[in-house]
Each structure stands twice: as structure tokens, then as C-alpha cells.
């Protein structure tokens, strides 16, 4: 089945810069790649998503990159702020089903 | 809020005692998932409703099962539970089972097995 990879597992930054979480997937057939925000005490909840069929999407101060060839996806957060400090995961699955592949998570901290 | 709803939000049980976890949701939605949360592990997809019958079933032991008597509640029953499986039980639904739907998760239970 597929396996996600998830880096780094925690990641500090300065309030205003730049936040960036990486993915990989071993399943070529994956083709859509969700990221999900956990805040403390809540359920996960998607941030955005993006398919196979698109390099790069954006919004606002999120942007998603997917690299196909690589088997690779990544999360880019901008002008961070504390309120973005959550945990961040990425998962991958097919259109055909709906199992999600998870990745193992990322606790970031904004720190003010 | 994201019309996913749980309870209890907490529950602490023996390893004898028989309980149980409840999730509405109240989106209209047509596919259930129960999850489980460890540390440091990715999410672990559990057990899949879609139109109230179960079509996932991931190699789950027998001490939880699951119960979806409408479109709009899943149960996971537990028993004779052991401590590795305390953890953070989360509930999800979406539209259809689709692979490409957006799963909409409730606030999870924190369970302690002692």
C-alpha cells in the first residue's frame, strides 16, 4: 500500500517567516494530496488540497507544491503568524477509493 | 465547528469494562470513518461506512466494533480493551467515498485504558 513520509516532525519558526513541510509518496497511482491543520483539542481539518493534475496551488499565505516525477509534496506557509501553530499533515490517496495515506505529522510553533 | 460531533470527549476504562464511542454528523454526508491517533504515528484509518454499510475494515481486532445504524451516527463499541490501545479515537465523514472528498473530522475522544 502506500506509504507517506513526513519532514521535519517539529519546526519553530519567528512569527513572519516562512514555514516550509515536506512529503513524500511511494504510491505513483496516489493523485490527490490533501494537508489537514490540527489545532490543540480539535480534529484535523483540511487547508488545502491540490491533484496530480496541477504543479502548484495557492492560497492566501499557503501555497502547495507537487512534483510528480519525485514523488513529492510540500507545504509553504508565509508571514507566519502564532496563530498557525498547530500540527500540519499531508496524506495522499486515489480518486478511485478514499483511503487517506497519512503522513506522521508536524508540530509548528510561531514563536511571537 | 465542523458538524462532526463526539462523545465523550474523555472516558477512562478498565480493561474489563464494556464502552462505547458515539459520532453525529450533521452534514448530510454519506461516508463514515473512524480513525485512531497515536503520537508520533500517522492516522490510522479504522473502520469505513459508506451509505451505512461498512466497506473498510483494517484488520481491526475484535475488542471495537463498529455500529452505523443511520447515515448520520457511527458507534464504536470497545471491550476488554488493552492499554496500548489508549489514543485518541477521531471520527470523519464525507460527502461520498470518493477519493478526492474532503473528510470532515470531529474533535476525537481521548481514551485512557488502565
Known amino acids: 500500500g502506500e506509504n507517506v513520509e513526513q519532514h521535519p516532525s517539529t519546526l519553530s519558526v519567528q512569527e513572519g517567516d516562512s514555514a516550509v513541510i515536506k512529503c513524500t509518496y511511494s504510491?505513483?497511482?496516489?493523485?490527490?494530496f490533501p494537508w489537514y491543520k490540527q489545532e490543540l483539542g480539535k480534529g484535523p481539518q483540511l487547508i488545502i488540497d491540490i491533484r496530480s493534475n496541477v504543479g502548484e496551488k495557492k492560497d492566501q499565505r499557503i501555497a502547495v507544491t507537487l512534483n510528480k516525477t519525485a514523488k513529492h509534496f510540500s507545504l509553504h506557509i508565509t508571514e507566519t503568524q502564532p496563530e498557525d501553530s498547530a500540527v500540519y499533515f499531508c496524506a495522499a490517496s486515489m480518486e478511485t477509493g478514499n483511503q487517506f495515506y497519512f503522513g506522521t505529522g508536524t508540530s509548528l510553533t510561531v514563536i511571537p | 465547528e465542523t458538524g462532526v460531533t463526539q462523545t465523550p470527549r474523555h472516558l477512562v476504562m478498565g480493561m474489563t469494562n464494556k464502552k462505547s464511542l458515539k459520532c453525529e454528523q450533521h452534514?448530510?454526508?454519506?461516508?463514515m470513518y473512524w480513525y485512531k491517533q497515536s503520537a508520533k504515528k500517522p492516522l490510522e484509518l479504522m473502520f469505513v461506512y459508506s451509505l451505512e454499510e461498512r466497506v473498510e475494515n483494517n484488520s481491526v481486532p475484535s475488542r471495537f466494533s463498529p455500529e452505523c445504524p443511520n447515515s448520520s451516527h457511527l458507534f464504536l463499541h470497545l471491550h476488554t480493551l488493552q492499554p496500548e490501545d489508549s489514543a485518541l479515537y477521531l471520527c470523519?465523514?464525507?460527502?461520498?467515498?470518493?477519493?478526492?472528498?474532503?473528510?470532515?473530522f470531529g474533535p476525537g475522544t481521548r481514551l485512557t485504558v488502565l
Open positions: 470523519a465523514s464525507s460527502q461520498d467515498y470518493s477519493g478526492w472528498d474532503e473528510q470532515f
Open positions: 504510491d505513483s497511482a496516489s493523485n490527490y
Open positions: 452534514l448530510g454526508h454519506n461516508a
